[in-house]
Structure formats: C-alpha cells, structure tokens
C-alpha cells in the first residue's frame, strides 16, 4: 500500500514539474522575448558546378573585357577588405528582411522559412501558423503550417479511440433485437403448422401467414423484440454527432494545410521551409509575407501569436528588357476601293418587279440597305457607282434566262435607286442649309450615284459547286451528274437533267440558291487625288506582341513576335526559357549592353560561366546601370556571389582583380 502511495506522490510531482514548465513559457512568450521567427531561406546557387573541364584552377579563369585581361576567381574581402580567394561558407541564418526572386514563364517562388524556437516548443501544445501574402491590393491566405506536441496528439488519439469505442456499441443490424429462441418456442407450441415450415423451403407470404394465424410475420417479430433495447440503441444512434464534439474535441486536419508535422523531442529549433508559386501579373513588383498563428491547449487557446515582420520579395522580370521603340511598316494605299456582298432576292415566276414582301425578301433587301446607309454617310469613302449582277437558275430556254436575269438586275437597280435618292433627301432635310457670308442660301449638288444591272446568265458554276458539296445527294448521283459535263448544248443538258430521279431535289432545294443578286461597291477615299500613296503606318501585330511580354503573357507575344525574329523575340523565348531559341537570334545581333546582358543570362544557365561573366563584364562597362541590376536576375547573382563581381564602388566602376 505505501509502494502504490509512493508511486501516485511521484506521478503528482511529474505532473506539477511539467505544469510549472509550461507555465513558465507561456510567461516567457507573454513578455515578448520569444517568439517565432520568419526569415529568407538561404540562396541557392542556380547554376550547376560543370567547370571539370577549365584548364585554369577550379574558381580562377580570365575574362577578355575589350584589349585587357581580367583574372576572375572565387573571392571575398578579408579583414583589410582586400579581395582573396577563398571558399565562402554559407550562413546559417539569413538576417535580411528582403530578396530579389526572379519571374520566369509567368511564375516566381516564394521562399521563406519558418522558425519556432525551442523555448516555444511543448508537448501538450498545438502551434497553428497562418502565413499570409499581400500582392498588391490582394490578400492570399497561405495554407497553414501546424506543430503538434506528442502529449496533444496523443490527446487527439485518445478522443477518436473513445468515438470509435461509443460507435461499436451500436447495434446496426436490427435482428439482434428479436429473441428468436422465444419465437420460435411459441410458434412450435401454437401453430405446429408453420413450425413445420423451418425445414421446408416452401415460400410462404406474409399475407398466407396472416390469413392462417390471423396475425402477420412482421407482428409476431414485433412482439419478440427487446423494444427496450433497441430505443436505447436507436437513442445512440441519434447522438453520434454530440458524442463526436465530446470525444473529438479538436480534429486531426488534413486537408488544407501545408505542414502537420509532430514534435517528439525538444532538442532544437524547428524550422520549416516553405516554398509557395505564385503567378505573376502586370505591374506586380513585390511581395510581402507575415506570419501570425495561435497556441491551443487541448481544445483551449491560450496564445495569440503575433504578426511578424514582413519579408519583402522584389520580383524581377526579363520582361523589364523589351524594346518599347515603335515598328513601323511601309504600306502601299490605293485610291479606288471595292467590296461587294450578295443577297438573295426571290421573283415570281417570270416576273422582274422587285416584291418586298415575298419569302425572305424583306430580310435581304433590309441588309442591302444597311450596308447602302453604310456607304452613304462613310466620313474615309464617296460612293462611286454600284454595279449589280443577276444571275438565273437553269431551268427553260437560255436565252429567256439571259433576258429575265437582265431585267431582274435593272428591276433590283430602279428600286434601290430610288431608294437612294428618297434617303438622300431625307438626309439633306435633316442637316438644313447653309448661308455664305453676303446671306445666300448655298445650294451643294448631291453627287449622283449610278447604278448599272448586268446578267450573269445562268448559274451554273454556283450549281458545280452545290453538287460537289451536297450531303444528300449520293456519289453515283454527283457522277452521273458531271457526265453531262460535256454536252455542250446547255439546254440539252438541262432537259437531260430532268430525266434524273433526283433532280426535283435539285430544283426544289439547288436551284433557289442559284438565283443570286451581286452588288460591287466602287469607292475612292474623299480627298485623294493620286491613284496610289505610299505610307508608313505602325505595325499593330508586332506592337502587341510588345505588350503581350510587359503583360507577362509570353505564349502570345511569342505568337506574334515569332515572326521577326528580332531582339524582343529573343526576350520573349528567354522568358519562356526557350533557350537555344534566343541563343540563335541573340548571336546574330550587334553586341550592345542589352543584348551582351542577356546573352550573360543564357551563357549562365548553360552553365558555361566563363562565356557568362565575360559578357556580364562588357555589359557592365557599355552601360553601369547593369551593375546593379545583376543583383536582380539569379543567373547573373551567383556569378556576382562567385566571383566577388562589382566590388569597386559604383564611382570607380572597373574590373580590377
């Protein structure tokens, strides 16, 4: 009795030890002298170490920089600041509160670390990060980052055995409720009949069962239930969800989060890396990242977190290269003009008087208009003349087609004219008149517009093409069709035609179609007076290609600017890291500080760092703003990192090594 006594007095001091702990840190996390940290993850290099190949030591080569050679080696400053081969050893703690990331095909990574302190850590405690990324005027909520304490999970494990313990005592299968054994005493006592049913298959219904024993299967159960039980049961059943809150006090998450790691021993800070793409978009220049959360006990919050610090991301894109500069393309303008639409204008049987209301008449003859209003009051174009064109149907004699397509086409050509001219009144109407400076009313003559009816006879080259494309006719029907071809006699081969089986579908479904009226339009642009002129306009397609690489839309200025093969294809297929693609464009061009930068870029993700310095140095002393940016751009960066590049000071910009 005094082993157990001493056993229960030494469970009671664990406990009391381990509650003063946790109640010193959270008076520890209540003053503010810890908390957790969110820092830059270290740099990594974005080149590959391939230099096995370099006849000059490992980290040593030399660069031709115009007439002189420059001696490039791996370096830092030493104490006196001199620069001196070395092996840098990476930090262990990234202390900067901002990064250059660079945007490549549309996309930048977020890299940052999150760092709990040790003193933070508990193992009845559940730690909830809540990142969060401000991107302009945007707010993203990043998917929580979750330390669980061992004791707490086991909390949680505990709570889901007990729910799944309370589960398994609910009677799913009702039979269980029914004392067969009473059952089937009372029936082989009672009803010997049906007793003698247990060892024979004979199906027997529920409604033979009730008209021999007056009562129904379902009842005899009924009575032999445990009707105690299984309310109590059924009363289980009912509480699942309140006995789930019960024993499942806080949920184990799994969806949604991006880390829910369990900490088993404190021996350390934790740290977690944390990588998040994002895409890009216009006019976006930087991102900034916080870090707040909570602690919870059990299912208790006991600590808000605060918010941290942001970490600033400076994005830098190659798209910032392009070549805003104009391109303009030499265009040759034609004085005169044509265009010409087709409608189709139905006629009585040998009639050539223009019916508005016949079939689909008011329909065409509505967009004839249209485009005539069009014309009419275009502010770039005077209407010269409109010639419509007639074409007939085959069926009848040639030269009765020739005449009633001709005189449908001057029939069409009377009324639009006369429409014309009621229009253009009512035009001169609306506008007034005008009066000079003595008070004379001017009178300005209108232009009149001529149009000409021509016959196109009949249609048969619109039939040709009719047959070859029709779905319903088969291709032993075109066949026999085109053998006509050759009968020279057009009416021979219309009246041959009529033999045909299918040529009442030609007639009914071919031949309306057939019976076209085509308007040619004859413009001149107001003002001109030379036939041709020859100007330079700007070239539209390749502008927007221009801006498709600013908008960070590179799959699209890629399709317009493909083409050209010019400097800013060249930016677009580094941007979609095409890279042998602009290497060829780029070696064509004059070496200007833009294109020895990006041919710098290239060099370096080829790994072929020799040609990447030696281009990143001429870039630097054509122009000395590339001094800077280089810091920018992760293939230009590590070559700086590497190498100890820009260590002079920007006034006394030189490569001096």
């Known amino acids: ?37 969110l820092t830059l993850a270290k740099e990594q290099d974005y080149i590959p170490d391939i230099r096995k190949d370099m006849k000059a030591q490992r980290d040593t080569f030399v660069v031709k920089d115009g007439d002189r050679e420059v001696l490039i080696m791996k370096a830092i400053k030493d104490e006196d600041g001199e620069m001196v081969a070395h092996d840098v050893i990476d930090a262990a703690v990234v202390t900067a509160r901002f990064r250059n990331v660079a945007e490549r095909n549309g996309r930048v990574d977020i890299e940052f670390q999150v760092i709990v302190p040790q003193s933070m850590q508990d193992s009845k405690w559940q730690l909830r990060f809540r990142p969060q990324m401000y991107i302009m005027q945007d707010t993203l909520d990043l998917d929580p980052v979750i330390i669980t304490g061992a004791d707490y999970r086991k909390a949680q494990l505990r709570g889901y055995q007990q729910y799944e313990k309370f589960l398994s005592s609910i009677v799913t299968n009702p039979d269980e409720f029914v004392n067969w054994y009473l059952l089937e005493l009372f029936i082989e006592r009672n009803m010997p009949e049906l007793y003698a049913f247990k060892t024979d298959s004979t199906y027997v219904s529920d409604e033979l069962f009730a008209s021999y024993y007056g009562v129904t299967e379902k009842e005899a159960i009924e009575h032999y239930t445990d009707k105690l039980a299984r309310g109590a049961n059924n009363r289980k059943m009912s509480r699942k969800e309140k006995m789930y809150r019960r024993y499942v006090k806080v949920p184990i998450i799994t969806d949604g989060l991006r880390l829910d790691t369990v900490i088993q021993a404190y021996n350390g800070d934790f740290i977690y890396r944390y ?22 006990e059990s299912d208790r919050k006991i600590y808000d977190i605060p918010m941290s ?12 290269f392009v070549d805003n500069r104009e391109r303009y393309l030499t265009k040759v303008i034609e004085r005169r003009v044509e265009e010409n639409t087709a409608c189709y204008i139905e006629f009585a049987s040998g009639s050539f008087e223009v019916d508005e209301t016949m079939g689909n008449n008011p329909e065409e003859i509505g967009r004839i208009k249209s485009n005539l209003i069009s014309l009419i009051q275009n502010e770039k174009f005077d209407l010269d003349s409109i010639v419509v064109t007639s074409s007939a149907s085959p069926e009848g004699d040639l030269r009765y087609n020739d005449r009633l397509s001709k ?14 001219d009621s229009y253009q009144d009512s035009l001169e109407r609306e506008r007034g008149f005008a009066v000079d400076e003595d008070g004379n009313i001017i009178i300005k003559k209108r232009a009149e517009i001529p149009m000409i009816g021509r016959s196109n006879g009949e249609n048969w080259h619109m039939l040709n093409r009719l047959i070859e494309k029709d779905t319903v006719l088969t291709a032993e029907q075109k066949e026999s069709y085109c053998n006509l071809s050759s009968q020279l006699d057009i009416d021979a081969r219309e009246r041959a035609m009529q033999k045909f089986p299918y040529y009442r579908y030609m007639r009914e479904k071919l031949y309306p179609r057939l019976r076209t009226v085509r308007f040619d339009f004859h413009l001149h642009r107001k003002g001109m007076v030379k036939d041709t002129v020859h100007t330079t306009v700007l070239d539209s397609v390749y502008m927007d290609g221009v801006q498709a ?7 699209t200025a890629l399709t317009l600017l493909r083409p050209y093969e010019d400097y800013n294809t060249a930016i677009a297929y580094l941007c979609m890291d095409y890279n042998a693609s602009a290497m060829q464009i780029l070696e064509k061009l004059d070496r200007n500080a833009q294109v020895n930068y990006m041919l710098a870029v290239l060099y370096s993700r080829r790994g072929e760092e020799q040609k990447a310095v030696e281009c990143y140095v001429r870039s630097c002393s054509q122009d ?14 590590v070559l700086i990192r590497r190498y100890g590049l820009n260590a002079q000071p920007e006034d006394e910009f030189e490569y001096s090594f």
Request: glycine share 4%.
């Open 407 to 420: 005189r449908r086409s001057e029939g069409i050509s009377e009324y639009f004219s006369r429409w014309m």
């Open 624 to 637: 000395p703003t590339y001094v800077h940016r280089g810091n920018l751009d992760p293939e230009i960066s």
């Open 309 to 320: 610090d942001p970490l600033t991301f400076y994005i830098s894109s190659l798209s910032a």
């Open 549 to 555: 690489i600013r908008d960070r839309d590179y799959e």
């Open 275 to 296: 990588v998040q793409p994002i895409k890009t978009r216009p006019k976006l220049r930087k991102v900034d990242v916080v870090l707040s959360g909570d602690i919870y």
């Open 1 to 37: 009795m005094k082993r157990i006594s001493y056993i229960f007095l030494a469970i009671a001091i664990l406990f009391a030890a381990v509650s003063c702990a946790s109640q010193r840190k959270m008076k520890t996390l209540q003053s503010g002298t810890i908390r957790p940290s």
